[in-house]
């Protein structure tokens, strides 16, 4: 038997999410690794898995578990991960263990279900074509700022975690880099009792916010929407003003073409409608 480490999914708040496939998992795996062995062994006694091994590997923890998890794969067992909650390695501990298993030649496998990223993204009504899942976002400092002023130059659509004392100021962030008329949705407790998706612009949603919020928060940005392509006469009219002030025609299609982004060779079309004619670019 090849050793095989499995990373097994487990429910965000409804334990009707553990699914068939994650119990037979664990229920066969030589050790289940987790980031708490009382809050997992609540989850095993909840699916009727009796008797096998727990290890704890956390954060802290991490870089041991991976020489104990080793020696099980070199047995031929196989070891399944799981987190507190959601998908192990996504904002919880995991990717230097399956860096560690992968670069040691043995197999890696999961059983995936629920994440809250991609739980909130899908019902947040934000395109999902192309996202980024930013994670939670560095707490104050250079790291904030540039995270913040990528996420405002992003193009897909931004989702992160957040805890709910600091969703207000975060989103008043937001709202100072990306403008506050960007559209988000906050998506709290999902697959719980109080499931709630909140959908408004970032001022709105730091002012809902600034009453208080409880619970846990994924937040989904929408991306920046390309500014426009500049109109001809708006770019006939840069022209011949910047003639007027003395420059070349050459030179006045080379500086709109840069400054308004447009491609050099519709500048220059356009130049040719105004009278006097034009040199052609080099
Ligand atoms: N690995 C997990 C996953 O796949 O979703 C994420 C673990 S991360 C340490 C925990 C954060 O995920 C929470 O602070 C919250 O931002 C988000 N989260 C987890 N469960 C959630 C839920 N039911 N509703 C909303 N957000 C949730």
Known sequence: MTGTLVLVATPIGNLGDLSPRAVAELSGAALIC???TRRTGKLLIHAGIRGVRMKRLDDHTERAGIAVVLDKLAAGQRVALVSDAGTPAISDPGERLVAAVVEAGYTVTTVPGPSAVVAALVASGLPTSRFVYEGFLARKGGDRMAALAQISQQSATSVMYESPNRLAATLRDLAAVCGGDRQAVVARELTKLHEEFVRGSLDELATWADGGVKGEIVLVIAGATPPAEADDETIVAAI???????????????KIASDLGVRRGRVYDLALTISGGVTPPS
Not at 240 to 254: K, P, V
């Open 34 to 36: 987790c980031e708490d």
């Open 240 to 254: 011949q003003a910047l003639m007027e002030a003395g420059m070349s025609r050459r030179d006045a299609i080379a």
